[in-house]
């Protein structure tokens, strides 16, 4: 298993570069905003997945190892190969991709070209456990006390659900007192998603 690659940035194409490693080439598939983060001549740091199959060996990089892991997380799924994951990786970042997959937030994965809402629902139905189990969403970990990023996280996940922006702004606004006490996103999108059931 190749884990990443550091080295000089040889060649870069829209959605693969090129990694110079002391004059070995090494191509690595990305997504666009990989390829974008790194620059032509200039030293770069990859995490990485080899991805095996009976006519090719593909290796895929990752600006971080967290997209890396969700790369292979998504090709846990039936139905999910690496163009897939890394389409998915393309549209949405590691803690969009395993909140929606938290919140059942099918519309979200939607987003990613090749997935449709059967094919989304297959995803969350197949990876739900294994996020929790994981406990790789950030919606798990303490929340900062400097910038409340469950807001965000609450709030995108009540839109992907369908609710307007102002009502999910304002469900925010009545789990407020509720984040103060509570750190786990998915608890205060379950309370954020009461409120608004009561309307």
Request: hydrophobic share 40%; glycine share 8%; with cysteine.
């Amino acid at each position: 298993m190749i884990a990443h690659l550091q080295g000089t940035v040889a060649a870069v194409g829209a959605t693969w570069v090129v990694m110079d490693l002391n004059g070995f080439g090494c191509r690595v598939e990305c997504t666009p905003s990989t390829a974008t983060s790194v620059r032509l001549g200039q030293p770069a740091h990859l995490h990485t997945s080899l991805v095996v199959r009976e006519d090719s060996l593909t290796l895929y990089g990752f600006a971080e190892a967290d997209e890396r892991d969700c790369f292979e997380l998504a090709q846990t799924a039936s139905g999910v190969g690496p163009r897939l994951a890394q389409a998915l990786l393309a549209v949405l970042s590691p803690d969009e991709f395993r909140s929606a997959i938290v919140a059942e937030d099918h519309k979200t994965l939607t987003r990613v070209p090749g997935i449709g809402p059967k094919g989304a629902q297959k995803i969350v139905l197949e990876l739900k456990d294994k996020v929790q189990a994981l406990g790789a969403i950030t919606a798990l970990r303490p929340v900062s006390t400097g910038t409340p990023q469950w807001r965000d996280q609450v709030s995108q996940g009540l839109q992907g659900l369908g609710w307007s922006t102002k009502d999910a702004e304002t469900a925010c606004d009545r789990v407020a007192d509720l984040a103060e006490t509570e750190p786990n996103v998915a608890v205060l999108m379950r309370a954020a998603l009461r409120t608004l059931a009561k309307k």
